[in-house]
């Protein structure tokens, strides 16, 4: 990933490790020695991708140094040559999401039980919160760093991939402008998946709970909106 981007004179890449056992940590240490613009933060164990990401945003907010911020796994299933598409976006939008179904279906090495397990959920959550976005489970994201307030001030719950569904319909409901930027999936070919059933449990409730919180008006409503400043 790195390697793909590095040409690039404006960007700063932060990985986060949570005690991978493939070797990560030291490839970024060894990257880390001749290029300034790259960082680690290490967690001990396995504490899901939500909290990975509820702390990277805490730590990016507290240095309040960029204007805008990108999501995306680092294996290159999520391809680098798609950050410019990402970036146009905001130039019009508050918040761009790489979407692997807004033109038709664009992934690669995927079975069809895999394919179908992912349009099924997607359809569960626009069904269960009412967001009309064709990819509500994609980790490929670009946002304005105006934003950040609005994932850590205000507490996202789910620590699981549940977060990225939280994320966007905190957004949606915020009445933030959300694009959505066709892309290209393509699977790692190695590694081993780290979803569990508790992360699976997460995932069929969090749309469940969002949808019940906005019902009962205790849920990040539209008021948010005048409160981030862009």
């Known amino acids: 990933m790195h390697a793909s981007i590095r040409e690039s004179c404006d960007f700063e890449l932060l990985f986060i490790d949570d005690s991978s056992p493939d070797g990560t940590a030291g490839v970024i240490h060894e990257i880390m020695q001749s290029d300034s613009r790259v960082r680690i933060l290490s967690r001990p164990g396995r504490q899901g991708l939500g909290r990975a990401y509820s702390e990277a945003f805490s ?4 240095e309040g140094s960029w204007d805008r911020i990108f999501m995306m796994d680092a294996d290159l299933s999520h391809q680098p040559r798609h950050l410019a598409d990402l970036d146009r976006a905001l130039d019009e939008s508050d918040f761009a999401v790489g979407s692997r179904y807004v033109r038709g279906v664009s992934v690669l090495n995927w079975s069809i039980l895999r394919l179908n397990l992912s349009v099924a959920a997607n359809s569960y959550v626009r069904l269960v919160t009412g967001m009309p976005f064709s990819d509500c489970t994609s980790g490929f994201r670009g946002f304005r760093s105006g934003l950040l307030p609005l994932f850590v001030s205000s507490g996202i719950r789910a620590s699981g991939y549940a977060f990225l569904v939280e994320m966007l319909y905190r957004v949606w409901r915020s ?56």
């Open 59 to 62: 730590l990016v907010a507290s």
């Open 175 to 230: 009445g933030h402008s959300v694009s959505e930027v066709p892309i290209v999936f393509v699977e790692r070919r190695s590694g081993a998946s780290k979803i569990s059933a508790g992360v699976l449990l997460e995932s069929v409730l969090t749309p469940l709970r969002l949808s019940a919180s906005r019902l009962l008006g205790t849920g990040v409503d539209r008021r948010y909106h005048s409160q981030t400043p862009l």
